[in-house]
C-alpha cells in the first residue's frame, strides 16, 4: 500500500487455503484510524464454497477487530457471479 498518511498498524489473515491472505492497515487520516482491508479470494470455477467460506472468515476477522473504526474493503472479486458479494450484502449494509 502507498499512502501519504501515516500507517499505525497491520495485520493479516492466513485464510489457510491455496496461499491466500487478507491484509489490513490502519491509517491515521485528519487525526481519525481508518482501517483499510485488501485481500484476493480464490477465482471461481463453478463451485463457490472456497469463496464462500473465505468470505465468511474475512467477515468475522473484521468483526474481531471492530472498534467503531470506519473500515474500507477493497480487493479482487475474482469472479464471474454474485455469490460472495451476497453474502457480504447480507451481513453488512453498505451506505450510498
Given amino acids: 500500500m502507498l499512502t501519504r498518511f501515516p500507517i499505525i498498524e497491520t495485520g493479516n489473515l492466513d485464510y489457510q487455503a491455496r496461499d491466500i491472505v487478507a491484509l489490513v492497515a490502519r491509517l491515521l487520516i485528519e487525526e481519525r484510524p ?13 463451485n463457490d464454497s472456497l469463496r464462500r467460506f473465505q468470505v465468511q472468515q474475512l467477515l468475522q476477522w473484521i468483526d474481531s477487530r471492530a472498534d467503531g473504526t470506519p473500515s474500507i474493503v477493497c480487493g479482487d472479486r475474482a469472479a464471474d ?8 450484502k447480507s451481513h453488512y449494509s453498505f451506505p450510498p
Fill in 34 to 46: 481508518v482501517d483499510f482491508y485488501v485481500t484476493h479470494v480464490y477465482m471461481s470455477r463453478g
Fill in 81 to 88: 457471479t454474485v455469490g460472495s458479494q451476497a453474502a457480504a
